[in-house]
């Protein structure tokens, strides 16, 4: 597993923007799908964006257009920007992992097994 630590959250007004980051241990970050969940009071976790070894970027319908997730590799660190924020994105949100099938291609959310604790992102309205 990989050890993943988050920051970047916080109290935004609707229409602004946030950047989350998240740090990787480990030298073999390049090799792994990263991704972003979150997760809202009352609901299930959900996935959010992921981002290959090749920079392969995937999104849920929901901040399509609006999110956008990157990776430094010589930072160990994957990014996740959002925009136009809405009070329905205030969640917990957490990095993760695919680290059991390094260099793979393809983005399966049940995949995910290293976690971060989780930063908060609140939007008001």
């Known amino acids: 597993q990989v050890q993943l630590i988050e920051s970047g959250g916080g109290l935004v007004q609707a229409g602004g923007s946030l950047r989350l980051s998240c740090a990787a241990s480990g030298r073999t970050f390049s090799r792994y799908t990263m991704g972003w969940f979150r997760q809202a009071p009352g609901k299930e976790r959900e996935f959010v964006a992921a981002?290959?070894?090749?920079?392969?970027?995937y999104y849920a319908d929901s901040v399509k257009g609006r999110f956008t997730i990157s990776r430094d590799n010589a930072k160990n660190t994957h990014y996740l920007q959002m925009y136009s924020l809405k009070p329905e994105d205030t969640a917990v949100y957490y990095c993760a992992a695919d680290s059991r099938r390094p260099w793979s291609t393809e983005v399966n959310s049940d995949e995910f097994d290293s976690w971060g604790q989780g930063t908060q992102v609140t939007v008001s309205s």
């Open positions: 981002i290959t070894w090749g920079a392969g970027t």
